[in-house]
């Protein structure tokens, strides 16, 4: 079967098609072989999403009508950026009337750090970070937002933290840690982290933050404003 596979959740925009074995078959072990996949560090994830999508297929030798399968990250990340590919998904699998499966995005960053312990970090914006952690591959705490320098975690064996933000993370974490460095998405983690063989759910985004938008405060009527019956207004019968 024919995967696509999408995440905005980041600042790398992720596209990738993927040829996997059926997972619903038990007679043959499941096997993925990536055979095209953008990684792009962008913001423009709305501008080159649906572009990237449409090259890799053109590229692969294949068409929107062959894919049979679509896995999206859905975060955490900011909500402009994580609801483009959500939302892409989301439409690419009812035109085409193929399932599409929701994974968290830490989850396919930490299946590719082959770690005992893992944290994943990554920019929240407005001077927090998205976290959560691993033991054995299983995440066990998170995903969650805080300020870098409030991030309580036991010790793990890989840190995965954007270059920028690692300083900023409590010294202990990283001086702990045997390794830090920082992993991407790709489309081989995101497949990784997804059950195919199960009926995916509703797409569920996690923002973690309530959105900037709110409702606007009432405010009282102004004196200089005369009353005015609506009454009058309303259509004969009603």
């Known amino acids: 079967m024919l995967v696509l596979a999408l995440d905005t959740a980041t600042t790398d925009l992720v596209a990738g098609l993927a040829e996997v074995s059926d997972p619903a078959d038990p ?12 990684v792009t560090a962008t913001r423009a994830h709305n501008e080159l999403l649906v ?11 294949r068409a929107f009508a062959d894919l049979d399968a679509i896995v999206v990250g859905c975060g955490p990340g900011p909500f402009t950026g994580l609801r483009v590919g959500m939302a892409t998904a989301s439409a690419f699998g009812q035109a085409l009337g193929v399932p599409v499966h929701g994974v968290v995005t830490h989850d396919a960053v930490a299946a590719l750090l082959d770690a005992p312990s893992a944290l994943v970090v990554t920019d929240a914006r407005r001077r927090e970070v998205y976290w959560a952690r691993y033991d054995a591959g299983a ?12 991030l309580k975690c036991p010790p793990v064996a890989v840190c995965s933290v954007p270059g920028q933000l690692a300083e900023q993370l409590p010294e202990r974490l990283t001086a702990q840690a045997e390794r830090v460095t920082y992993q991407a998405p790709t489309t081989a983690g995101l497949l990784a982290a997804a059950d195919l063989t199960a009926t995916p759910g509703p797409l569920v985004p996690h923002y973690l933050r309530r959105p900037d938008a709110v409702p606007p405060k009432v405010t009282p009527r102004s004196p200089a404003l005369p009353e005015v019956d609506l009454s009058q207004f309303r259509a004969p019968g009603k």
Not at 27 to 37: F, L, M, N, Q
Not at 139 to 150: E, S
């Open 51 to 61: 572009p990237t999508v449409t090259q890799l297929l053109q590229g692969a030798g």
């Open 139 to 150: 995440r066990v705490d998170g995903p969650d937002v805080v300020a870098p320098a409030a």
């Open 27 to 38: 007679a043959s072990p499941t096997s993925c072989e990536v055979i095209a996949e953008s």
